[in-house]
């Protein structure tokens, strides 16, 4: 049986889309990955948080960067939260989500908990635009 090199679910008490990525990608596990979470409502994959582990935080490959470049802009997330991304990971996403004009929507910490509490607040913010 094939090593799992991530996890997908819907939280349902925090109304977030969470993943585990255990390994990092090649361009077929990419594509399963995408896959999988587009399996989701798109109200489901508005809040989303994923924690990258050790073995994930190897720099992907030119094409698998270019596939997660293109394959993101087919979600339909209004915020993103990367729990455990090392510097040079975060660098590639910077990269990657400034291209696509979402930096702002994204948010970079060490805890599930800080991940959480970032994404709770922006939720209340959208409310509060959304009753103007």
């Known amino acids: 049986m094939a090593k799992e090199k991530f996890k997908v679910w819907y939280d349902e008490k925090e109304g977030v889309l969470q993943t585990e990525i255990y ?27 994923g924690w990258m582990y050790d073995d994930a935080q190897k720099m992907p490959d030119k094409e698998a960067r270019r596939i997660a470049k293109e394959k993101i802009k087919d979600l339909h997330f209004k915020k993103v939260v990367a729990i455990g991304a090392k510097p040079v990971i975060r660098m590639v ?37 959304a009753s103007l």
């Open 23 to 49: 390994e990092t990608f090649d361009v077929e596990t990419l594509n399963q990955y995408f896959t999988e979470v587009s399996k989701y409502t798109p109200e489901q994959q508005s809040y989303f948080i």
């Open 93 to 129: 996403y910077t990269i990657v989500i400034t291209a696509i004009g979402r930096k702002k929507d994204f948010f970079f910490c060490d805890t599930v908990e800080e991940g959480l509490t970032w994404l709770r607040e922006q939720k209340n913010l959208a409310k509060k635009a």
